[in-house]
Nanobody, 112 residues
Framework: QVQLEESGGGLVQPGGSLRLSCAAS????????LLWYRQSPGNGRELVAA???????DYPDSVKGRFTISIDNTNKILFLQMDRLKPEDTAVYLC??????WGRGIQVTVSS
């Protein structure tokens, strides 16, 4: 199973940006979809970005136009660029590969 580790979280002001990274122990060539979820108290786990093997990216309306999923296959890293952040984006963010492997998650807090 692929080992995953997220980084890049932290505290940011509303309107700011963060880029989350998910470092993998193996390449992504045959391990799709690649996913980012978030989890917060009272809201359960929400899928915020998905990338398929043909390069299609999907987002829910809550983050569409603000979040971007991408990969660096050479360095085995999955990214989530988050722009124009809002307080309601505060959550623990987790990466997932092929619906099988999970990272431990990383906290993102959007607050002034």
């Amino acid at each position: 199973q692929v080992q995953l580790e997220e980084s890049g979280g932290g505290l940011v002001q509303p309107g700011g940006s963060l880029r989350l990274s998910c470092a993998a122990s193996e390449t992504f060539f045959d391990k799709y979809p690649l996913l980012w979820y978030r989890q917060s108290p009272g809201n359960g786990r929400e899928l915020v970005a998905a990338l398929t093997s043909v390069g299609r990216a999907d987002y829910p309306d809550s983050v569409k136009g603000r979040f971007t999923i991408s990969i660096d296959n050479t360095n085995k890293i999955l990214f989530l660029q988050m722009d124009r952040l809002k307080p309601e984006d505060t959550a623990v963010y987790l990466c997932n590969v092929a619906l099988l492997s999970w990272g431990r998650g990383i906290q993102v807090t959007v607050s002034s």
